[in-house]
């Protein structure tokens, strides 16, 4: 048996926030795989069903992003589990918009959903780590999260979470690298870059990508003004600046 758990905060509030990206990817997963309908137990929303032959029980933990790590556990503990039978979906901004990587154990990367896990349960699970960039300002970081997708992000977001659901059963047949591939094949040309490549992008003078007009481009220069040689105004600026 197989858990997968997408993290995120409960409530309508949330729902359409980017730190809640991992709930949206287990939802998909709930609607492609024909999963029971979501219940309540483990201090979180459950949903049951098969990927490639194997039971998977898929959790959103309802504690708050801080506490996730609370009713993973438990639902761990009830069915004897070790983290290697865990894979958690979570945003990651330290990837850009629509790339997704998966590893095992790490560090928690500032994330409080993956902290209060690793305190929990250990850190030797599976991490599916759901790009939705960064803001390029540490300050910015608490609102970018907090904040909901942009209309214009349904062009990569919405692929990509289908592609997610898809390719599931790769996840739990250990299959990391096709899952990868097959979700980046699916936004393929529809993400756009993160804040610091279109900042990037600015200052060499190219164009801001699709649906990142908030960056600020580079100005191009102005063409410098030709001074007379002759004529009337030549003759006046001779005089104002002392020149023959």
């Known amino acids: 048996m197989r858990i997968i758990a997408g993290l995120g905060n409960p409530g309508q509030k949330y729902e359409n926030n980017r730190h809640n990206v991992g709930f949206m990817a287990a ?80 560090g928690s990367g500032g994330h409080n959903g993956i902290r209060s896990l690793d305190s929990h349960i250990g850190k030797d699970y599976r991490r599916v780590r759901i790009g939705v960039g960064h803001p390029g300002v540490k300050e910015m970081v608490h609102g970018h999260v907090l904040g909901d997708f942009a209309k214009a992000d349904a062009e ?42 279109q900042r990037a992008a600015s200052k060499a003078g190219k164009p801001a990508a699709k649906g990142q007009s908030h960056i600020r481009q580079a100005r191009p220069k102005k063409p410098e003004v030709k001074v007379p040689e002759t004529g009337p105004m030549a003759a006046m600026l001779k005089r104002l600046f002392g020149k023959d």
């Open 27 to 106: 939802d998909a997963i709930v609607r492609r795989h024909s999963f029971s309908p979501w219940s309540k137990k483990f201090q979180g929303l459950i949903a049951e069903g098969s990927l490639g032959g194997d039971k998977v029980l898929l959790i959103k933990p309802q504690t708050y992003m801080n506490l996730s790590g609370q009713a993973v556990g438990e639902a761990m503990r009830f069915y004897k589990l070790t983290p290697a039978d865990l894979v958690v979906l979570y945003d990651e901004i330290d990837l850009a918009p629509g790339k997704v990587r998966v590893k095992t154990g790490g």
């Open 156 to 197: 990569w977001l919405e692929p990509l979470l289908d592609a997610i659901g898809d390719a599931a059963p790769m996840l739990v047949s250990g299959d990391d690298n096709g899952f990868m591939n097959k979700v980046s094949l699916a936004v393929q040309g529809k993400a756009p870059p993160s804040a610091p490549a």
